[in-house]
């Protein structure tokens, strides 16, 4: 059985995450030096293409071309299978060539959902998350583009994915723009997960909350050479995603 092991993590990072939350204002003005140069809310900033590269190795997720993740992921609405492989396409936005990943869901082996997301890495290390194509579709027929955006479009802001050398307490901008203000902050590098790919030690987990939602609270869990393996909503939801199964790319 994998919840009493799960439901132990959730309960220890409930309590930090709780008391993280209560403060994250304080967090946020006392930022380590590390997590200085880390976008937060609606701050701009600029990048500077040559300091970044397509190439994507952070060791919480690697993005090498050809690498596949399946994922189960459940909520209100039922279950479905996810689908994310890393193309071998790349994408410029404001300025920095992204690596382009392609996200497909299904449900009952019906393609729901289409998505292709672009990702940078920079000199440093951080992985920025640059904006996502997205389509919702029924019966094979787009019904709705909402959730794409673009930074440097319409005043959408570009985010940190991961930060290069994550330590606890660390909180940064994911996405920032008209329909999205999701924020991140780092609770633990030392967590366990079990999913039914595996278990996995030495776990970071971040907390990922946002204004537009204040009663939504979900953690992530990233697997050294693997990527995300776990996310959960601990608060105002129910949703799961779990890893199913990993296939790097050949070398």
Not at 76 to 96: I, L, N, Y
């Amino acid at each position: 059985m994998r919840r009493p092991v799960l439901a132990l993590v959730i309960i220890v990072l409930l309590a930090a995450s709780t008391a993280a939350f209560r403060g994250v204002r304080r967090t946020v003005v006392e930022r380590p030096a590390a997590a200085a140069a880390l976008p937060f809310g609606g701050e701009p900033v600029h990048l500077d293409p040559a300091r970044f590269s397509a190439t994507i190795d952070h060791p919480y997720w690697p993005m090498r071309p050809g690498s596949r993740w399946v994922y189960r992921q459940t909520d209100a609405d039922g279950s479905r299978r996810v689908e994310v492989t890393v193309t071998h396409r790349t994408r410029t936005v404001m300025g920095v060539r992204a690596t382009v990943v392609h996200d497909v869901a299904r449900e009952d082996g019906e393609v729901t959902e289409d998505t292709y997301d672009w990702y940078a890495q920079d000199a440093d290390g951080n992985v920025w998350y640059l904006g996502e194509d997205t389509r919702q579709l029924e019966d094979g027929k787009v019904t709705s583009t909402e959730g794409s955006w673009q930074a440097g479009v319409d005043g959408a802001l570009p985010g940190i994915l991961l930060p290069a050398r994550p330590r606890p307490g660390m909180a940064y901008r994911q996405e920032y723009g008209a329909g999205a203000q999701d924020t991140a902050a780092v609770l633990s590098l030392h967590q366990r997960a079990k999913v039914p790919s595996g278990l996995f030690d030495h776990v970071l987990v971040t907390k990922e909350f946002t204004p537009l939602e204040p009663k939504l609270l979900k953690h992530d869990f990233f697997a050294l050479g693997v990527g995300p393996v776990l996310s959960l909503a601990v608060a105002g939801g129910a949703d799961r995603e779990e890893l199913l199964s990993f296939e790097p790319a050949p070398p």
